[in-house]
């Protein structure tokens, strides 16, 4: 088995034993972040250029990699960005396998250090089926946390199209799927989200 296995959030709660609560709206008092210029500019070119590729790796190349590499600007670079990296952290219960985007608090640029806070997971036109495998990468990063010996709260992970966000939390067993969705044109609102467990750790 790999992440990609858990197509369902049926099979990744009842694999690791899960509770799912998807009745709240878990980001509504953050703050927006004002998007870069670089990055305003970037998304006004790319985005409607992706849409009309409209595949999964174009969106990904043009929309998502900019919004999440506006993220380790904001804190100086002292946020470690991979890209289709294999994360493998515990094969026997099926948490290996490549992520699409890793964020790290660290400045590692090499090599995957704890602590994880951030997974997004790109799908083409499909964030539900998107939830399961995104989840169990979730999974993976707070074991891997553990470790190493960091004790990180909350995981963070995100399902995107590129144009459209939906967020989601783990803490100990509890999965948070947001009750909202984010689109695009609320970029701010979607750094701001994506900035928040970089904020919590005080970087």
């Known amino acids: 088995m790999a992440y990609s296995d858990f197509k369902t959030l049926l099979k990744v709660t009842t694999t690791f034993e899960l509770t799912l609560e998807e009745k709240q709206h878990l ?10 210029d670089y990055l305003q500019r970037t998304l006004n070119e790319y985005v409607p250029l992706a849409n009309a590729i409209n595949t999964e790796k174009a969106r990904s190349e043009l929309i998502i990699s900019p919004i999440l590499l506006e993220v380790r600007r904001m804190f100086g670079f ?10 493998t952290v515990d094969p026997a219960v ?7 985007y890793i964020l790290t608090a660290s400045r590692e640029m090499y090599e995957i250090h704890s602590p994880v806070v951030t997974l997004v997971e790109a799908k083409n036109e499909n964030i539900k089926g998107g939830l399961g495998q995104c989840i169990a990468e979730m999974v993976a990063a707070q074991r891997f946390n553990q470790q190493q010996g960091n004790e990180v709260t909350n995981i963070y992970g995100a399902v995107t199209t590129g144009t459209a966000w939906k967020f989601l939390k783990l803490r100990s067993q509890m999965v948070f799927i947001d009750l909202s969705d984010y689109y695009i044109k609320e970029v701010d609102k979607i750094l701001g989200i994506l900035a928040y467990p970089f904020s919590e750790l005080k970087m």
């Open 94 to 100: 099926g948490l290996n396998g490549y992520c699409d």
């Open 78 to 87: 002292k946020v470690g960005f991979f890209s289709g990296t294999d994360f």
């Open 27 to 36: 980001f509504t008092e953050l703050e927006p972040r004002e998007p870069s």
